[in-house]
C-alpha cells in the first residue's frame, strides 16, 4: 500500500512523515510526499532517505493528477492560508484531483470543533471539506485534531512582560503537543493503528483553562501573573490597535470565545494509547519554554 502525504515538509507535516521513517511504518519506497517546493531542506532530506517526493500545489490542479498517481491513500492536509477564502476549494480540489488518480482512502487533517458555523473560521472550513467527502461518498477518516501547546503562547508572550494575562471569557481546551499529535496521525494513516468510525479525535487527556496556564506561569517564573477577562470586541480591537492583522486577531478572539463555548473542551486518552505514553501536559510546556524567562 502506497502512502501519500500533502504538506510533509510543515510542522504538522514533518512529524508525521519522521514517525513513519523513525518506526519503518510502511516501506519508504512506498511513501509518497506531496509538496509545493521540491527544493526545499525537508523536501530533499526525505528524497535521500529513500521517499518518493513529488511536486504538487493545491492551488494549480495541473500539478495534481500526476503528484497523486499510483497513491493508494492519501492524507489532505490544509494548505498554510487554509484560513482564507480559496481553503475549502483548494482542499476539494486536490481531493477530486486524487479520486480521478485513483486514491482509493482518504485522511483529512481537521479540527475537534469542526462544525457548520463557528467564530473559529478554520473549523467552518475543515467541516465544510468533511461534508464534502461525505456526500461524494468518499472511504475516508476525519482527523480532527486539538489545538497544539504551542498556540498557548499567543497569550503568554504579553503576560510574562505585562504580568496579565488578558483574554475574552474562556473554557477549557485539551492542548496536544505537534509532535505528539503527528506521531498518533502516522500509525493512523499507515494502518498501524485501526480506528472506529470515519472521526477521531486527536486531543489531549486532560484540559485547562487560560487561568489555569496564568497559574502555571505564575509558579514557573515565579512572578505573578495574572488573569483578566475582557469583552471579545474590546481584545479584537485591542490586539488590531497593538499592530496584529485584523485576520489573526479575530482567529486569537475565537479561541477564546469558542473555548468558552466548549468546543475546545473534550478530552481522549487515544493518543496516549496510540503512543503508548502520556501527552505532554501544559505545565511540562510552560516549564520547558518559560523557565528562563521571567
Avoid at 47 to 75: C, I, N, P
Avoid at 99 to 118: C, D, I, P, Q, T
Avoid at 120 to 142: C, N, R, T, W
Wanted: charged residues 25%; aromatic residues 8%; negative net charge.
Amino acid at each position: 500500500m502506497t502512502v501519500g502525504i500533502t504538506g510533509p515538509t510543515g510542522g504538522l507535516g514533518s512529524a508525521i512523515v519522521d514517525e513513519i521513517l523513525n518506526r519503518s511504518l510502511v516501506p519508504t519506497s512506498d511513501l509518497i510526499l506531496i509538496t509545493r517546493d521540491e527544493s526545499s531542506a525537508k523536501a530533499k532530506e526525505y528524497a535521500a532517505k529513500g521517499a518518493q517526493v513529488r511536486k504538487g500545489d493545491f492551488g494549480d490542479v495541473s500539478t495534481l493528477g500526476s503528484a497523486f498517481k499510483g497513491v493508494d491513500s492519501l492524507l489532505i492536509m490544509a494548505p498554510g492560508h487554509h484560513a482564507g477564502p480559496h481553503g475549502v476549494k483548494y482542499q476539494i480540489d486536490a481531493i477530486e484531483a486524487a479520486h480521478e488518480a485513483g486514491v482509493s482512502k482518504f485522511y483529512l487533517v481537521s479540527n475537534v470543533a469542526a462544525k457548520a458555523k463557528s467564530d473559529f473560521s478554520p473549523a467552518e472550513i475543515h467541516y465544510e471539506v468533511e461534508q464534502h467527502l461525505e456526500k461524494k461518498g468518499y472511504d475516508f477518516v476525519s482527523l480532527r485534531n486539538g489545538f497544539y501547546l504551542s498556540v498557548v503562547d499567543t497569550f503568554l508572550g504579553n503576560a510574562l512582560k505585562s504580568g496579565t494575562l488578558t483574554a475574552p471569557p474562556d473554557g477549557q481546551i485539551a492542548w496536544i503537543d505537534r509532535d505528539e499529535l503527528g506521531q498518533a496521525a502516522a500509525h493512523i494513516i499507515t494502518g498501524k493503528y485501526k480506528t472506529n468510525g470515519k472521526y477521531v479525535d486527536l486531543v489531549g487527556s486532560k484540559s485547562w483553562t487560560l487561568k489555569d496556564a496564568a497559574d502555571i506561569l505564575s509558579k514557573v517564573t515565579g512572578k505573578e501573573i495574572k488573569r483578566q477577562e475582557v469583552e471579545p470586541q474590546a481584545f479584537t480591537d485591542g490586539a488590531i490597535a497593538a499592530g496584529v492583522p485584523e485576520m489573526w486577531a479575530r482567529l486569537t478572539t475565537a479561541i477564546a470565545t469558542c473555548a468558552h463555548d466548549g468546543d475546545w473542551s473534550k478530552t481522549s486518552g487515544l493518543v496516549e494509547e496510540i503512543l503508548g505514553h502520556k501527552n505532554k501536559s501544559l505545565e511540562e510546556y510552560i516549564e520547558a519554554q518559560y523557565a528562563n524567562k521571567a
